[in-house]
C-alpha cells in the first residue's frame, strides 16, 4: 500500500512538472534579465558563480526591489499592526470582539517574532519577478511560528473546482545524512540506510531527491477535530524517488502552502505580472544601453583611418605621439567620425526605464513611502487622491494577494496558535461555530478602501451645494450606515464604534432631554405671562394650566 502511494505521487509529481515546464523556460528567462541570484531555475548555478554577464541595465531589478520593499513597508509594514481578526457577524458579543483582539495581538507578536519578513520579502521579490510565490508556514522549534519561502521551479501546484491552489507537490536535494535528522525515529529506505552505514564517509553526503506532496484528502477520508495526521484534511507525504518508497505519511488540518499568482491568464494555473509583461521592455533597454555605452566608446576612443601601407599605428594613450611621413599629406592618419545621435539613444533609454517603473508600480510606492504619509501628516484620503489611478491598478493584484496569500497564511498561523493554547480559553460563541474574517489595517489597504469612498465623499459634497435649494437631498443616503462604513475604511477599530441600539437608546434619551426641556421653557414662558393679568385673571389662567393657586 505505501510503495503503490508513493509511486502514484511520483507519476503525478512528473505529470505536475510536465505541465509546469513552458513556465520554467518564462521563468529562467525572467531571472537572467530581473533577479540573476534565482537564475538556477533550468540550469544549477554553481556558488559563487558570475550572475550578471548578460546585464548591462539594473533597472528591471531595482523596479523589482523597490516592488517588494513597497509591499513590505505598505501592505505587511514591520513597525505596526496591519491585520485584525474581528468577528464575521455584527452582533457579536462584546466578549468575543475582545477575545479575538487580543488574539491579533498575540498574533501580531508572534509573526514579528518569527522569521517572517525574511520569508515575505522574498516571496514578494518572487511575485514581482514570476508572479508565482510559495510560502510554507509550520510550527517552529524555536518560536511558535516559522516560514519558508519555496523558490520558484522546485514547486508545482494545482487547483480546485474553485480555482484555488489546493495542492503543491515539491522537490529538493538532501544528502542521506539530512535524510536521518529529519527523520531520526523512523525506519529509512534500504538506500538511504546503507549509504549510512556505509564505512565512506562519502556516502553520508550522497545526494537524494525528497517530494513533498500535499494535497487535500477525498471526502469521507478525513475526519474534522484533532485526529491522527493520516485522518487530517490535507495530506502530507514525503517520498524518496530514487528508490519509489514512502518516508512519512501525515497531514495538515489546514493548508500549508500559502500560494499566489498576481494575474492569471485564461486556462493557466501560474500567474503573469510586471515582469512577464514588460520583458520586451526590459530586453530592449539591455540591449540599447548595450549599443549607447558602444556609442560613447566609439565617441571618446574611435576608430582610425590608416593608409593601407602604413608601417605604423596611432598612439592612443594620453600625450601620445603618433609620426607619419609629413612628405605624403595622403598618408596622414585621422580618426574616423561617429554620426551616433547618442541624445537620441538617452531619450529612449529614459522613455523604456519609465515603462518598467511602472509596470513594477514604482511610482506608486515611492509616492506612499513619501515622508509626508509616512509621518501620517496626510489624511488617507489625500492619499487616496494622490494615487488613485495607479491605485486603480493595482486593485487586482491587491485582491488576489489578500484572497491567495495573506488570508490562508493568516488563518494558517490564527489555527496554529489556537491549537498552541497561546490565545487562551476558547469563547463559547468559537466552539459554538461563530466565525471571525481578517480585516487589513496597512496604509496600502486603507488608501484602497478610501479610494473606493471617494463616490461617497464627493457626493456629500454636492450635497452641501444643493440642500439650501432643496433640504430632502440630505435623506437620500442612509447617513449612518454610510459613515459607519467610512470609519472602518478610515482604520477604526470596531470596538470603539457605538451599536446601532446604541445610538438608538442614546437618540431616544436626547429627545426625551429635549421634550422635557422645551416642556419646561413652554411653562415658564407661560408662568411669566400669567403674572402680567389681574388677580381674578391669574387665578383663572393657573386653573387652565392645572397649576394650583
Same mark, same amino acid.
Given at each position: 500500500?505505501?510503495?503503490?502511494?508513493?509511486?502514484?505521487?511520483?507519476?503525478?509529481?512528473?505529470?505536475?512538472?510536465?505541465?509546469?515546464?513552458?513556465?520554467?523556460?518564462?521563468?529562467?528567462?525572467?531571472?537572467?534579465?530581473?533577479?540573476?541570484?534565482?537564475?538556477?531555475?533550468?540550469?544549477?548555478?554553481?556558488?559563487?558563480?558570475?550572475?550578471?554577464?548578460?546585464?548591462?541595465?539594473?533597472?528591471?531589478?531595482?523596479?523589482?526591489?523597490?516592488?517588494?520593499?513597497?509591499?513590505?513597508?505598505?501592505? /505587511?509594514?514591520?513597525?505596526?499592526?496591519?491585520?485584525?481578526?474581528?468577528?464575521?457577524?455584527?452582533?457579536?458579543?462584546?466578549?468575543?470582539?475582545?477575545?479575538?483582539?487580543?488574539?491579533?495581538?498575540?498574533?501580531? !507578536?508572534?509573526? $514579528?517574532?518569527?522569521?517572517? $519578513?525574511?520569508?515575505?520579502?522574498?516571496?514578494?521579490?518572487?511575485?514581482?519577478?514570476?508572479?508565482?510565490?510559495?510560502?510554507?508556514?509550520?510550527?517552529?522549534?524555536?518560536?511558535?511560528?516559522?516560514?519558508?519561502?519555496?523558490?520558484?521551479?522546485?514547486?508545482?501546484?494545482?487547483?480546485?473546482?474553485?480555482?484555488?491552489?489546493?495542492?503543491?507537490?515539491?522537490?529538493?536535494?538532501?544528502?542521506?545524512?539530512?535524510?536521518?535528522?529529519?527523520?531520526?525515529?523512523?525506519?529509512?529506505?534500504?538506500?538511504?540506510?546503507?549509504?549510512?552505514?556505509?564505512?565512506?564517509?562519502?556516502?553520508?553526503?550522497?545526494?537524494?531527491?525528497?517530494?513533498?506532496?500535499?494535497?487535500?484528502?477525498?471526502?469521507?477520508?478525513?475526519? %474534522?477535530?484533532?485526529?491522527?495526521?493520516?485522518?487530517?484534511?490535507?495530506?502530507?507525504?514525503?517520498?524518496?524517488?530514487?528508490?519509489?518508497?514512502?518516508?512519512?505519511?501525515?497531514?495538515?488540518?489546514?493548508?500549508?502552502?500559502?500560494?499566489?499568482?498576481?494575474?492569471?491568464?485564461?486556462?493557466?494555473?501560474?500567474?503573469?505580472?510586471?515582469?512577464?509583461?514588460?520583458?520586451?521592455?526590459?530586453?530592449?533597454?539591455?540591449?540599447?544601453?548595450?549599443?549607447?555605452?558602444?556609442?560613447?566608446?566609439?565617441?571618446?576612443?574611435?576608430?582610425?583611418?590608416?593608409?593601407?601601407?602604413?608601417?605604423?599605428?596611432?598612439?592612443?594613450?594620453?600625450?601620445?605621439?603618433? $609620426?607619419?611621413?609629413? /612628405?605624403?599629406?595622403?598618408?596622414?592618419?585621422?580618426?574616423?567620425?561617429?554620426?551616433?545621435?547618442?541624445?537620441?539613444?538617452?531619450?529612449?533609454?529614459?522613455?523604456?526605464?519609465?515603462?518598467?517603473?511602472?509596470?513594477?508600480?514604482?511610482?506608486?510606492?515611492?509616492?506612499?513611502?513619501?515622508?509626508?504619509? !509616512?509621518?501620517?501628516?496626510?489624511?488617507?484620503?489625500?492619499?487616496?487622491?494622490?494615487?488613485?489611478?495607479?491605485?486603480?491598478?493595482?486593485?487586482?493584484?491587491?485582491?488576489?494577494?489578500?484572497?491567495?496569500?495573506?488570508?490562508?497564511?493568516?488563518?494558517?498561523?490564527?489555527?496554529?496558535?489556537? &491549537?498552541?493554547?497561546?490565545?487562551?480559553?476558547?469563547?463559547?460563541?468559537?466552539?459554538?461555530?461563530?466565525?471571525?474574517?481578517?480585516?487589513? /489595517?496597512?496604509?496600502?489597504?486603507?488608501?484602497?478602501?478610501?479610494?473606493?469612498?471617494?463616490?461617497?465623499?464627493?457626493?456629500?459634497?454636492?450635497?452641501?451645494?444643493?440642500?439650501?435649494?432643496?433640504?430632502?437631498?440630505?435623506?437620500?443616503?442612509?447617513?449612518?450606515?454610510?459613515? &459607519?462604513?467610512?470609519?472602518?475604511?478610515?482604520?477604526?477599530?470596531?470596538?470603539?464604534?457605538? /451599536?446601532?441600539?446604541?445610538?438608538?437608546?442614546?437618540? %431616544?434619551?436626547? !429627545?426625551?432631554?429635549?421634550?422635557?426641556?422645551?416642556?419646561?421653557?413652554?411653562?415658564?414662558?407661560?408662568?411669566?405671562?400669567? !403674572?402680567?393679568?389681574?388677580?381674578?385673571?391669574?387665578?383663572?389662567?393657573?386653573?387652565?394650566?392645572?397649576?394650583?393657586?
Amino acid at each position: 500500500m505505501e510503495n503503490t502511494l508513493a509511486q502514484n505521487i511520483i507519476k503525478r509529481h512528473a505529470a505536475l512538472k510536465a505541465e509546469r515546464s513552458n513556465w520554467d523556460v518564462l521563468w529562467d528567462d525572467v531571472a537572467r534579465y530581473v533577479i540573476p541570484r534565482k537564475g538556477n531555475i533550468l540550469t544549477k548555478n554553481t556558488s559563487g558563480q558570475e550572475q550578471m554577464t548578460e546585464i548591462y541595465d539594473t533597472t528591471a531589478e531595482q523596479a523589482a526591489q523597490v516592488f517588494a520593499a513597497g509591499l513590505v513597508s505598505q501592505l /505587511t509594514p514591520p513597525s505596526e499592526p496591519w491585520f485584525r481578526y474581528e468577528p464575521s457577524d455584527s452582533k457579536a458579543s462584546p466578549e468575543f470582539r475582545a477575545w479575538l483582539e487580543q488574539a491579533t495581538q498575540t498574533a501580531l !507578536q508572534a509573526v $514579528y517574532a518569527s522569521n517572517f $519578513y525574511l520569508a515575505i520579502h522574498e516571496d514578494f521579490m518572487d511575485a514581482g519577478a514570476f508572479a508565482t510565490s510559495c510560502i510554507y508556514i509550520e510550527e517552529g522549534t524555536k518560536r511558535p511560528l516559522n516560514f519558508v519561502n519555496i523558490p520558484v521551479g522546485t514547486f508545482s501546484i494545482g487547483e480546485d473546482n474553485e480555482g484555488f491552489v489546493d495542492t503543491v507537490y515539491r522537490d529538493w536535494q538532501w544528502s542521506a545524512k539530512q535524510i536521518e535528522q529529519q527523520w531520526p525515529d523512523i525506519p529509512l529506505p534500504k538506500v538511504v540506510a546503507d549509504a549510512l552505514a556505509s564505512s565512506d564517509p562519502k556516502s553520508w553526503d550522497k545526494k537524494y531527491t525528497v517530494i513533498h506532496a500535499c494535497y487535500p484528502r477525498r471526502k469521507g477520508s478525513w475526519k %474534522e477535530g484533532i485526529v491522527e495526521g493520516k485522518l487530517r484534511e490535507y495530506a502530507s507525504c514525503y517520498v524518496l524517488k530514487e528508490a519509489s518508497e514512502l518516508i512519512e505519511e501525515s497531514g495538515f488540518y489546514e493548508k500549508p502552502y500559502s500560494v499566489s499568482r498576481l494575474l492569471r491568464s485564461n486556462n493557466e494555473v501560474y500567474g503573469r505580472g510586471p515582469a512577464l509583461q514588460c520583458m520586451p521592455e526590459i530586453k530592449v533597454l539591455n540591449r540599447a544601453v548595450l549599443d549607447l555605452t558602444l556609442a560613447i566608446e566609439k565617441g571618446v576612443n574611435p576608430s582610425w583611418l590608416m593608409p593601407e601601407d602604413a608601417a605604423y599605428r596611432p598612439d592612443n594613450r594620453p600625450n601620445g605621439i603618433t $609620426y607619419w611621413d609629413a /612628405t605624403n599629406p595622403n598618408n596622414k592618419p585621422e580618426r574616423m567620425v561617429d554620426s551616433s545621435r547618442i541624445d537620441w539613444g538617452q531619450e529612449f533609454c529614459t522613455q523604456k526605464r519609465a515603462s518598467i517603473s511602472k509596470a513594477f508600480f514604482v511610482d506608486m510606492f515611492q509616492m506612499l513611502s513619501s515622508p509626508d504619509i !509616512q509621518t501620517k501628516q496626510m489624511t488617507a484620503r489625500e492619499v487616496a487622491e494622490r494615487v488613485r489611478e495607479k491605485l486603480v491598478l493595482f486593485s487586482p493584484l491587491f485582491a488576489r494577494m489578500v484572497q491567495e496569500k495573506l488570508n490562508p497564511m493568516l488563518e494558517r498561523v490564527f489555527n496554529i496558535m489556537l &491549537r498552541q493554547g497561546r490565545f487562551g480559553d476558547v469563547p463559547p460563541e468559537l466552539a459554538a461555530g461563530a466565525e471571525y474574517e481578517i480585516a487589513y /489595517t496597512s496604509k496600502i489597504a486603507l488608501a484602497l478602501k478610501a479610494a473606493n469612498d471617494a463616490a461617497l465623499l464627493e457626493v456629500v459634497d454636492i450635497a452641501a451645494l444643493v440642500a439650501p435649494y432643496d433640504s430632502s437631498v440630505s435623506m437620500v443616503i442612509k447617513w449612518r450606515q454610510a459613515f &459607519r462604513k467610512v470609519s472602518l475604511n478610515r482604520g477604526m477599530n470596531v470596538e470603539d464604534m457605538r /451599536t446601532d441600539k446604541e445610538i438608538d437608546d442614546m437618540v %431616544e434619551k436626547a !429627545q426625551a432631554e429635549r421634550q422635557a426641556q422645551e416642556g419646561a421653557e413652554m411653562m415658564n414662558q407661560a408662568a411669566g405671562a400669567v !403674572q402680567k393679568l389681574g388677580p381674578n385673571a391669574q387665578a383663572a389662567a393657573l386653573k387652565q394650566l392645572g397649576v394650583q393657586g
